[in-house]
């Protein structure tokens, strides 16, 4: 679904001393099947812009369109429930929010709210569980008897149940060991070309949203401080620095590669030994020329 | 959050009501609840108000903040008035309306009531005002502290006070968030039937209690490795001082608790 921001505004508590404009006339849009990474520092209005994405905040000021639900400043939408059947959010910590007595119940949970039926639940509990790597083992068990990587697994099979068509993940590694969380996006990265999701994932890592994303937003103060495609956004080292974020590791290595050598190499989101070959090559080249 | 739930509404305002030893405003809060009962003529109540509304003005803090903590007694204040009105039939009409009489002991009843209710509610208002609950806890814990002879757990009290409400506003945060994530999985907590909401709710507990357990699970290891063995010997880092505020205070209190018994009837 096209998502659309127009001249969006959120503020907390209007009008007390505890007043907090948390988004300040936000305006974007990105097309239906597209991956995008929301990148800023603590504060910046990550939470709040995706809690507008189902519809569990309305924006102060401005309008928002999900496909063709439209959550407008001021106005009732009384088709929340379709929306957030559409939208399936995973949370910071997703593993806070399961209270079933066994993992089947607990990701059947979504569906049966929305009124799936039962054979449909049974099947979408099997699919959801596989994607997330576990075994059909664990449907019988308490959730609360499981790992803290394994919860999270559920979780996020919970929402994936749902048959969402949007995904909006806030953070979903944080966490996690560096396994875990390889595994744990490598699986969003399959999902969203399998099922053509668009995603929206909130993220601290600079990596994940290279490797995933193919448009990234970062954000400041509530405003959008930069746009556009990750290998673009990443080469402006002051530009990030400025607001307090890195640029990825491999952008940083070809960058000193760039001013020691003096030889350029492009980013086309190469694995480590292709860009060891690339970079062998270069450097014979290089002699072969003295 | 929306600011009429925070609990233990302290303003900071660095008046000298504030840096009073919160000892002495428990204290003089406690006597003035005693003496309050005891005035009985114009000049009594007048001298009780003046101390109430001197005391609201010495604590710098907005007008408007003090009475806005008052908004869930108003109620009240009104109701007991309108009651005494209506229910006491003693000494003589004064006035006919429509059939019913009102009675002279009435209106005087239903004023003075009114008005005990409001210098109570107001003078305890003005300690969590101008006093941090920390601050609080301490005090009770002093205050408390000679009947640990009897065996009185003066101590554990104080920090399950004070640990309680260290957690208050976690656990509403978690609430928040819990609530969301539970209502982005499709739950209604605002419409459907009195069962369906009820209901509801269940999906909100669970995790919250889970989340709570674990959490006093971790508090007390974190505490026990930091040596944490009970109050026995235990020393303070905020250690309450007795200065010339409170010598003073005090001597203005038994100026009033004077005045008082003087324009007793």
């Known amino acids: ?290 | 959050m929306s600011s009429s739930m925070m609990i233990g509404q302290y303003i900071p305002a660095g008046s000298f009501i504030h840096k009073l030893d919160p000892r002495t405003k428990i204290a003089i809060i406690f006597f003035f609840v005693v003496i309050v009962f005891f005035a009985n003529s114009v000049m009594s109540y007048g001298l009780l108000t003046l101390f109430a509304v001197g005391s609201a003005f010495a604590t710098k803090i907005r007008v408007r903040y003090i009475l806005k903590g008052l908004k869930p007694v108003w109620f009240l204040i009104a109701f007991t008035f309108l009651l005494h009105l209506f229910v006491t039939r003693e000494g003589e009409v004064i006035a006919t309306v429509f059939g019913w009489e009102l009675y002279r002991e009435a209106l005087i009843q239903g004023s003075t009531i009114s008005l005990r209710f409001f210098l109570l509610i107001m003078v305890t208002s003005l300690l969590t005002l101008t006093t941090t609950p920390i601050e609080i806890t301490d005090a009770i814990e002093q205050l408390l502290g000679p009947f640990k002879r009897f065996r009185f757990p003066a101590h554990e009290l104080a920090l399950m006070m004070s640990i309680s409400l260290r957690f208050i506003p976690t656990l509403m945060q978690e609430t928040e968030k819990i609530s969301k994530a539970q209502a982005s999985r499709g739950v209604d907590f605002r419409t459907g039937s009195f069962k369906d909401r009820i209901k509801a709710v269940i999906p909100l507990l669970v995790p919250l209690f889970v989340s709570a357990f674990k959490r006093a699970e971790e508090l007390a290891m974190a505490m026990e490795a930091r040596g944490y063995k009970g109050g026995e010997g235990r020393t303070k880092l905020r250690e309450l001082h007795i200065g010339w505020k409170d010598y003073v205070v005090y001597g203005l209190f038994i100026l009033l608790m004077a005045g008082l018994f003087l324009t007793r009837n």
């Open chain 1, 1 to 290: 679904m096209d998502i659309t921001f127009d001249h969006v505004s959120y503020t907390y508590q209007p009008n007390s001393p505890f007043e907090h404009h948390a988004l300040k006339d936000l305006s974007f849009q990105f097309s239906s099947g597209s991956f995008v990474a929301v990148i800023g520092h603590t504060g910046s209005g990550k939470s709040t812009l995706i809690q507008h994405l189902n519809g569990l905040v309305q924006p102060t000021e401005g309008a928002v369109s999900i496909g063709s639900y439209h959550l407008q400043a001021g106005k009732k939408n009384k088709k929340l429930r379709e929306l957030r059947e559409k939208v399936g959010v995973v949370f910071q910590y997703p593993e806070h929010q399961l209270f079933e007595e066994t993992v089947e119940k607990d990701i059947a949970f979504g569906p049966s709210n929305f009124g799936v039926g039962e054979e449909d639940i049974k099947q979408r509990t099997k699919e959801a569980i596989s994607a997330v790597h576990l075994s059909e083992d664990m449907l019988q068990r308490s959730p609360f008897d499981l790992s803290g990587g394994q919860m999270r697994r559920v979780a996020i099979a919970g929402v994936l149940a749902m048959d969402p068509d949007v995904l909006v993940l806030d953070e979903p590694t944080a966490g996690l060991d560096p396994r875990g969380q390889k595994e744990i996006m490598d699986m969003f990265a399959r999902l969203h070309k399998q099922k053509q999701l668009t995603t929206v994932l909130v993220t601290h890592s600079m990596e994940d949203a290279l490797n995933y994303a193919d448009h990234v937003i970062i954000l400041k103060d509530g405003e959008v401080y930069k746009e556009g495609a990750p290998l673009e956004i990443f080469k402006e080292k002051e530009a990030l620095q400025s607001v307090q974020l890195d640029v990825p590791e491999v952008i940083e290595f070809l960058g000193e590669v760039e001013r020691t050598l003096d030889e350029k190499i492009s980013y086309q989101g190469q694995s480590i030994a292709e860009l060891a070959k690339e970079l062998a090559q270069v450097v014979k080249g290089g002699r072969d020329h003295e």
